[in-house]
C-alpha cells in the first residue's frame, strides 16, 4: 500500500476516533448486535473475515471465533483493536478496493507533466484526470486471493464500503492540493461524475468479491448521509431506502454507494435477507447517517 494511503487512512481514524461520541451510544449498540450476531452465527471450525475492522469501536472482538482475521488499510487499526480489546487477531493492511494505487498515480499524471515535472494548472488537470478516469477498473485482486486462499465461512463489512469513495476522493485531493470539485461549475462536473463512477465500479467489484465467496455475510454500511438540521424520520424498512425517510424536506442527502443497491449486486432477493435493518446515526451536528445492515446467510 503506498505511502500518501496509508497516512491519509490513518489520519482518517484519528479524526473519526477524535469526533465527539455522546450521541453515538444508539449507534453503537445496534452496530455491535449486529456485528456480535454474526460473529456468533459463524461456524467457529472455518475462518471468519472482518473487513474495515478499523479500532474496534463497532466490532464486539470478544464474540469472535478463534480463526478471525480483521482487515484494514490503517496501519495503526490492529494496534487500537488491540487497546481497546486486549487481543492481537491476524490483520491483512491492504487496500480493499485493489484501486486506490492507480487511481493515486493517474492523479499524480494529471496533476504533474511527466516529462518536466512542471506542474498543471487545476482546470487542465482536472479535464485530464476527468478523461482519464474511465479507464480505470478497480479490481479487489488481494480480496479475492485471500478468500481463495482461506475460504472464510462467515464475512463481515464493518462500514467499510461506504468509505470507498470519500478515500478516493481524499486521495486524489492530497493530489490537487484542494478540493476537487468546481465551485464556479453549472450543472453537472465531469470530473465529480468520474469520481462517482469509479466508486461504482470499486462497490460493485468488492460486493461481486463478496458474492462469489460463498461465505455468510454480515454487511453495515452508510446507505446515506444527510445534511442539514431539520427533523427527519425513518419509516418502516423501504427497498428504495429514499422511499423510507420522512420529513427531510430542505435537507441534502447524498449517496456514498454511487446509486447501487447492494442486494441486486450479490444478488439476492430482499426476502432471501437474514437481517435487514436501517437505523439513523447522528454522526455530528448537523449529519446523520443512515445505516444500513443486511445478512445475507447461504444455508
Ligand atoms: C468508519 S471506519 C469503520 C470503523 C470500524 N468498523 C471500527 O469498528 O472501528 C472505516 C474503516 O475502513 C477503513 N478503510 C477505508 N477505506 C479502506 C480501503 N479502501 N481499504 C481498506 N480499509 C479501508 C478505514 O481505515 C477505517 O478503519
Redesign the pocket.
Known sequence: MSKP?SRL??Q??FA??ARNHTDWSGHLQR?RAFLGEGLQAADPSRPVL??????????PWALAPPRTTG????PW?RT??ALRHGCWPPWVF????GG?SDLEAMARRAVMEPWSGRRRDRETARKRLAGLLPSLQPDPEPLRAWIERHRPGTILA???M???G??AQRLVETRFGGPLGDPDAEGADPLVEAMEAWTGL?ITAFLGALRDSGADLWL?HDRAVVFGAGPLDLGPWEQDWTRQLGGCSGLEAGDPLAGLDVPTLLGVETEALARKERWLWPVAPEQRHLVEALAFCRR
Open positions: 494511503l487512512l490513518r482518517e481514524q473519526f476516533l452496530v472482518i473487513l474495515g475492522a478499523g479500532a474496534g469501536l463497532e466490532v482487515w484494514d488499510g490503517d487499526s487500537w483493536t491492504a487496500d480493499l478496493t486506490l464493518a462500514n467499510v461506504g468509505q470507498f470519500v478515500v470499486a453495515v
